[in-house]
């Protein structure tokens, strides 16, 4: 447990100090890397999000082998599980889906739905993964521990970033180049959205720069990758480099983020700190059930 949370800790520590450059230097910052059309930032963007939704899909894919252990759960109990990894394919589906084109996607492309015909396919394989990665698992605790990371990760996605979101709604960077709204520091709600929406012909979208959901989700990877040894001890060698290309990959998308203009470097350090704390208290749960080896 102490690597693991040495691992957490330090995560947190970093964007917490990035959240703190930012609260005070988030307009410079973005001044000087503004280039909404960057095609470099555009793509990164739009796939940034897939290995982190894909995370749910990989959870999925361990509820799927549990289902077929028919010697060890009852029929009612399985049902659950496979319920369960229908969930995650579907909520992993649409959310990476999302992603492709629209106001955060690729803007040439006007029909959101194509994004879900080519999530589809790629969280079917990542299910498929998370399958084979866990089928041959003896660990009478999988259950409890794809649970925990399930609830720890939505958890921060939904309550966590969609919630500040509709309580803050600052207005996006892109959106105060194009237009006149003034900058909103993070701290202080932008409770006039509505108006300036209505006056400069803006959707709700360019209002929801604080925090970043983008960076939330890629954070996915390099986090529950902290959970591999718990699923099997043979994985414990690849939490450290798993959790390391993840981060570093995240860190690209954050950047990307700020690149286009679609958030500021405190959108993007609180979104990966929401995220990191739901994994703390995730770890601290299953530390408190003295069943794991973290």
């Known amino acids: ?54 995370m749910f899909a990989i959870i999925g894919g361990g509820f799927l082998t549990l289902f077929f252990k028919k010697e060890e759960y009852k029929k009612w109990v399985r049902i659950l599980f496979l319920v369960a990894m229908l969930g995650c394919l579907g909520a992993s589906t649409y959310f990476a889906g999302r992603e492709f084109f629209g106001a955060n996607g690729f803007y040439w492309v006007a029909k959101k739905f194509w994004g879900y015909f080519i999530s589809l396919p790629v969280m079917v394989g990542l299910t498929y993964f998370g399958y084979l990665l866990m089928r041959n698992v003896d660990n009478k605790n999988l259950w409890i521990i794809l649970l925990v990371a399930l609830v720890a990760f939505a958890f921060a996605l939904t309550a966590g970033v969609t919630l500040f979101k509709a309580i803050f709604h600052r207005p996006r960077f892109r959106a105060i180049e194009s237009t006149m709204i003034p900058y909103y520091p993070w701290y202080e709600r932008c409770s006039s959205y509505k108006g300036y929406m209505e006056t400069f012909g803006l959707t709700s979208e360019e209002f929801k720069s604080f925090p970043s959901g983008h960076a939330a989700a890629s954070m996915g990877v390099p986090l529950i990758a902290l959970f591999l040894p718990l699923i099997d001890e043979k994985y414990r060698k690849y939490r450290l480099p798993v959790f390391v290309c993840g981060l570093v990959f995240a860190l690209l998308v954050m950047f990307s983020r700020m690149l286009v203009g679609a958030h500021f470097l405190s959108d993007v350090s609180m979104g990966a700190m929401l995220v990191t704390i739901c994994m703390v208290i995730g770890a601290e749960i299953l530390h408190s059930l003295k069943k794991f080896n973290l």
Not at 17 to 46: E, H, M
Not at 48 to 54: E, L
Request: proline share 2%.
């Open 1 to 54: 447990m102490k690597q693991m949370r040495l691992y957490l800790y330090i995560t947190l520590g970093v964007f917490l100090a990035l959240f703190i450059v930012g609260t005070f230097l988030d307009l410079q910052i973005n001044t000087a890397l503004y280039s909404q059309r960057n095609t470099f930032g555009l793509v990164v963007s739009v796939i940034g999000t897939t290995p982190g939704y894909g």
